[in-house]
């Protein structure tokens, strides 16, 4: 699987390096600022970029802006962004084009070497990783917002938890319920959103880009 890293750090863009390379990823490109990083994606087409979203240099939001014009040429591009605070407008702007294959995560809560492989292969298949901070918060701002408001307080906390990129498993086990009772009510989050069921798209990752996009 070939990855793309942007990161202006060096210890830790030789350490995501490395730390992928063991996991079996082949790093075809990492650099250090903005304007390099729009070539590379393009040019390489990676599985997944691993992205900084503040980059050289300005250090606003290069690193977001680059991986946005890039899923413009390469649509679908899977792009995993890493922020050291949450930025409610970076995530709902990368999650406008309603692709899927995103993700966002804060950097000091990737401690858990498992769980950041885990996230970046999931964003790379096209799946959606979200930092429960960053689920939190755009929960927050969205609590009196269509189509959100049709949904249950359970229905918000399966849907949160969807967004976290956890199995229905998984989301029983933190619910403490059964996974018959949260399929219930997934299919109810899906009607109540308005996606019926399709052969040829992922409702769970429409889903939950409904529940994040602004």
């Given amino acids: 699987m070939r990855v793309v890293i942007a990161e202006d750090l060096a210890l830790l863009r030789d350490g995501l390096t490395r730390l992928l390379t063991a996991f079996g990823f082949e790093v075809v490109a990492a650099v250090d600022n903005g304007p390099a990083l729009l070539p590379a994606l393009t040019t390489h ?32 591009l899977p792009v995993l962004v890493l922020s050291q605070h949450v930025e409610q407008l ?54 009196r917002d269509e189509p959100l408001a049709g949904l249950t307080a359970r229905e918000r906390e399966v849907l949160g938890l969807m967004a ?33 069921p399709s052969d040829d798209d992922n409702r769970r990752v429409l889903a939950v880009l409904t529940y994040l996009d602004a």
């Fill in 45 to 76: 087409r990676p599985d997944v970029a691993v992205v900084d979203v503040r980059l050289p240099p300005t250090f606003t939001d290069e690193g977001l802006q680059a991986a946005i014009a890039a899923r413009t040429q390469v649509p679908g």
């Fill in 90 to 143: 970076y995530a709902r702007e990368l999650l406008s084009d309603r692709s899927g294959g995103v993700g966002y995560l804060l950097k000091d809560r990737v401690s858990d070497v498992g769980q950041f492989v885990d996230a970046v292969r999931q964003v790379a298949s096209g799946g959606t990783v979200m930092d429960p901070e960053v689920v939190a918060q755009l929960l927050a701002r969205r609590t």
């Fill in 164 to 196: 976290e990129g956890r199995s229905n498993a998984a989301v029983a086990g933190r619910l403490f319920v059964t996974e018959k009772a949260v399929s219930k009510h997934i299919n109810s989050i899906f009607s109540k959103l308005g996606l019926p």
